[in-house]
């Protein structure tokens, strides 16, 4: 449990100064050093009180916004027993409310000789880091939020749009270059007014939080652009202001937030509280190593100097222990209470649900701490349900009210579109009717999967079906990060793929997987950019590459119009043609005692039984889902991913109902210009998706589409 009487971790700004506390349990004592440049010696080193818990606190008269500020922490450096004390250097406070400046990569944030020809044996350096370490601001928290409120879309209506920050405005041609890159130019009316014209209702933001590049990477000239290493877990990167590092980050972080909201467009981060960038044993001592590294850390039972790593970066929190569980929870309630943040995405969240011997918990101290806080319970809570740890595929396994990444969603749609195989049919059929093979023993329904088809993780959707393998050279790693084939989806597509352009074939098989996405039950997410075809030139863990190649080519827009269109369009069809019952699973008669609402069928129109699911020789699929008015709001999906023409029969249970084609991905249009009576057929392309609707449908979506639907 925590102690909600325990004093405000952090510097608090008071009437006649400010207040300083940190946890540091196993610590001797504790230093407030205070320092007029990023670059200094401290100009005022006081030491600090320990009282309760081993809450340290010091209150420092006439000590305002905008204060510099770091702690040197007294203790045992043995790291046979865990501890890594070493007041030599100045740490970042983890309750820092903005960082002032990122680590200035040298020899002093080590405490060893980095220098030396076998690091495993390195002898215990103890260098003074002040000048280049990394330094808290001291903030005034207050904000002028106006009548800003959460917009609180429902579930079941929520379009999640994953991006970067920097990604999403640095070659916007129409936001000011000094936004651009920034959150100013998040807040930029260009940039909201395509989030408004696309329909979706959330942004899911790529890691703001403080930001600590590896230092590999920094030796050869690049950066951690994506951002999955945490420094600071309470203050806004201080890379993403345009107006200063001294608390200025801090305001224009919150007024992105509340131009989001005027939007009606929620804002959910993604965070990562599973590791910090301080890396394995070897790694520099920047905060939490130097605070309490035992209290912290998962370390290893039998060899406690080296780190329990279910992360791939080298260390991982232990949220099993209480510093790092209140750090966590009081992180996660600043960032909704104090920058009205909507909801959260958790990466690598199987790592936040191990006990003290590893083993995966999913109701574990946090996320039941979640599930009864007041606060955190009324967010949007997403789990990334794998980490690199034993057993470390969890979907489908965590409790509500948590939402998970449907990393089976991806992987099915591809295979079934690109690489065609039939027996992917029953598995597909799944993912469309809610996965509810994978949410319904923990008691949630469809809208638990957030589905998607492609990530910040993987090729851009365009570089998907344009591209055999990866091309990740420019990263500096030889091509061997990433994956070669991303999850064996391109090995059926034709030819030598290895292009950019983007063939009507191609752009086929893009738009399959799209439509797939928006209109099947569960979250969609969508990938930045992927409303324009961006490309990264094939490469598929552009982790490093703050460049071109990974922030959004805005002229996309106006080469791809056509395309733009067709997603928009799409998306404002999904509130038509998604059954009303889009936060249940759908069912077949026999499971849902005898009343249907899904009835899967093949080309002959006839329901397909449990022998012709994985027939090899069937690749296609036919679906009926009946909503609230029976027929009349009725869709059905004729899907064809082979290479010939196929035609289906209606299902006889369709008479004497008529249909329009709402979506045929042969073509960008939507056209809901093709009237067919029961018991017809229905003559398909290769490799396409056919939508048919009921009356009832097609003319409430024709109405409130007001004619985007169709171009001319």
């Excluded at 050093?33 to 600090?48: A, G, K, Y």
């Excluded at 880091?129 to 808290?136: D, E, L, Q, Y």
């Excluded at 005898?594 to 994985?614: I, K, N, Q, T």
């Amino acid at each position: 449990m925590i102690d909600d009487d325990l004093p405000p971790l952090g510097a608090t700004l008071t009437e006649h100064g400010t207040h300083f506390a940190l946890r540091a349990t196993n610590a001797t004592g504790v230093e407030l050093c205070l320092f007029d440049r990023e670059d200094s010696r401290e100009s005022l080193r006081v030491p600090m009180q320990r009282g309760s818990d081993g809450v340290y606190t010091r209150h420092v008269e006439n000590v305002r916004a905008g204060q510099l500020y770091g702690l040197r922490v007294h203790g045992p450096f043995d790291p046979d027993r865990g501890h890594r004390f070493d007041a030599s250097k100045v740490l970042l406070d983890p309750y820092a409310r903005a960082v002032a400046n990122e680590p200035r990569w040298s020899h002093e944030l080590y405490s060893y000789d980095i220098l030396a020809s076998d690091l495993e044996t390195a002898a215990v350096s103890h260098e003074d880091s002040a000048r280049v370490a990394p330094k808290g601001v001291v903030i005034d928290p207050h904000f002028d939020w106006g009548d800003d409120t959460h917009p609180r879309t429902p579930w079941k209506n929520t379009v999640i749009y994953e991006c970067h920050v920097k990604g999403m405005t640095a070659r916007h041609p129409t936001v000011p270059e000094m936004f651009r890159g920034t959150y100013a130019g998040m807040s930029d009316p260009a940039v909201i007014a395509h989030l408004q014209s696309l329909g979706v209702t959330a942004v899911e933001l790529m890691p703001i939080q403080e930001i600590g590049d590896e230092r590999h990477l920094i030796a050869r000239g690049s950066r951690n652009y994506w951002g999955y290493s945490t420094l600071g877990f309470f203050a806004p990167a201080g890379r993403y202001s345009a107006s200063g590092r001294h608390g200025q980050q801090v305001i224009e972080c919150k007024e992105m937030v509340r131009a989001m909201h005027r939007a009606g467009i929620e804002v959910l981060l993604d965070v990562v509280y599973n590791h910090t960038c301080e890396g394995n044993h070897l790694g520099a001592t920047l905060s939490l190593r130097g605070v309490d590294n035992a209290g912290y850390y998962r370390l290893r039972e039998t060899q406690k100097s080296r780190y329990e790593d279910v992360t791939g970066t080298g260390n991982s929190l232990d949220l099993s222990k209480p510093s790092a569980l209140r750090l966590v929870l009081d992180s996660l309630r600043y960032w909704v209470q104090e920058f009205h943040i909507d909801g959260f995405r958790f990466d690598l969240a199987p790592a936040l649900a191990r006990g003290q011997n590893g083993t995966f918990v999913p109701e574990s101290a946090l996320f039941a701490a979640i599930a009864n806080d007041p606060v955190l319970s009324r967010a949007k809570l997403i789990a990334e349900p794998w980490d690199l740890g034993p057993a470390g595929y969890r979907l489908g396994q965590f409790a509500h009210p948590m939402r998970e990444w449907n990393g089976s969603f991806r992987d099915t749609t591809r295979r079934y579109w690109l690489a065609r195989t039939g027996h992917m049919r029953d598995v597909f059929a799944s993912r469309v009717a809610g996965s509810s093979d994978l949410f319904a023993s923990t008691h949630r329904g469809a809208t638990a999967g957030i589905n998607f088809v492609t990530a910040h993780d993987g090729f851009t959707l365009r570089d998907l079906v344009s591209y055999a393998r990866k091309h990740n050279e420019r990263n500096g790693e030889n091509n061997r990060d990433g994956t070669d084939f991303e999850h064996g989806d391109n090995h059926g597509l034709e030819g030598p793929t290895d292009r950019v352009d983007v063939t009507d074939a191609r752009q086929r098989s893009a738009r399959n997987m799209l439509v797939t996405l928006l209109l099947s039950l569960g979250v969609p997410m969508l990938s930045h950019g992927d409303e324009m075809l961006r490309t990264q030139g094939g490469n598929n863990n552009p982790y490093c590459l703050d460049d071109a190649t990974s922030w959004m080519d805005w002229s996309l827009a106006a080469k791809h119009a056509g395309w733009l269109d067709w997603v928009r369009g799409m998306i404002a069809l999904r509130k038509h043609l998604v059954p009303p019952r889009r936060a249940m699973f759908l069912r077949q008669g026999h499971e849902n005692h005898g009343v249907a609402d899904v009835f899967w069928f093949g080309c002959d129109g006839v329901e397909l039984e449990p022998r012709r699911w994985r027939d090899t020789d069937e690749h296609t699929l036919g679906v009926l889902m009946s909503g609230a008015l029976g027929l009349e709001d009725a869709v059905i999906w004729l899907c064809n991913p082979t290479d010939n023409d196929v035609t289906f029969t209606l299902p006889t249970r369709t008479h004497p109902q008529h249909y329009w084609t709402a979506v045929d991905t042969v073509s960008e249009r939507l056209p809901f210009d093709a009237r067919l009576r029961a018991h017809v057929t229905y003559t398909m392309a290769p490799r396409a998706l056919v939508v048919l609707v009921g009356s009832a449908i097609a003319h409430t979506a024709r109405a409130d589409a007001s004619g985007r639907l169709s171009r001319p």
